[in-house]
């Protein structure tokens, strides 16, 4: 492996395993995306590792380890520095959701949704990738780490101008503060910024899950069924 992975073949050797991961991942051959993950990780520099830590997390979701999922891709997030506490509780989800939500009410989603993210900044985008991944893992088994996940998500992506990149955590965090909050009126806001975000999301490519969250979920509250339901369709 020390020999595949010198200097001189270092890039092509990334791109070709990378590539066997979306492959594998594609394909549904789950059993070998660890193989060609931890190939990559086990052998690169951690930021170039980022391809192969939400394409593994994925696979484990795919193969119903969901728990796996949810600790590794954690573990990655506190790598990044991520504040996200070991163990979760629900004074401080709200004391979390509190602190984001004063940081992100000073901003005009309007601006931010037609703000291009640096195509450059391919880590930003590959971190967005993971979050999405470890959301999907908590969401399949109710993990208290998904509001923090979210808050943390929304904080990262206004520091770093990819909101429309992680729509998905702002739905979540508008989700979490109708259900936790049990303030409508003060969610609307979350709602409407959601929207937004998510429109825009849609002009760039497909984004069905977080609109089926975000329609059948979210945003019904706050419209007719009728108009929840055409969105669905």
């Known amino acids: 492996d020390e020999e595949l992975w010198r200097e001189d073949r270092y890039e092509l050797c990334l791109k070709l395993h ?18 060609y993950a931890n190939s ?11 391809v192969a830590q939400h394409l593994l997390v994925g696979g484990l979701s795919a193969s119903g380890k969901y728990k796996e999922a949810i600790a590794r891709g954690l573990a990655v997030l506190r790598e990044l520095k991520f ?10 989800v709200m004391q979390m959701m509190k602190a984001t939500e004063k940081e992100a009410s000073v901003y005009n989603y309007t601006q931010i949704a037609h703000r291009e993210v640096d195509t450059k900044c391919v880590k930003t985008k590959n971190i967005m990738k993971l979050v999405d991944a ?7 088994v109710a993990s208290p780490f998904l509001p923090l996940v979210a808050c943390v998500t929304v904080r990262f992506s206004l520091q770093n101008s990819a909101c429309v990149e992680a729509v998905s955590a702002f739905v979540l965090f508008a989700y979490f503060h109708i259900f936790l909050g049990q303030s409508f009126d003060e969610s609307r806001h979350w709602v409407d910024v959601a929207k937004i975000l998510l429109e825009k999301a849609s002009v760039r490519g497909p ?12 945003h019904f509250w706050y419209c007719t069924v009728k ?6 369709q």
């Open 18 to 35: 990378e590539g066997a991961v979306f492959a594998s991942s594609a394909l549904g051959e789950i059993n070998q995306v660890p193989i």
């Open 40 to 50: 990559i990780i086990n052998n690169v520099k951690f930021q170039d590792s980022l």
């Open 83 to 92: 504040d996200i506490p070991a163990t979760p509780s629900p004074n401080g």
């Open 134 to 140: 470890i959301s999907v893992a908590c969401y399949q």
């Open 207 to 218: 984004v069905t899950r977080t609109q089926f969250m975000f329609f059948g979920f979210v």
């Open 227 to 232: 108009e929840s339901s055409d969105r669905l």
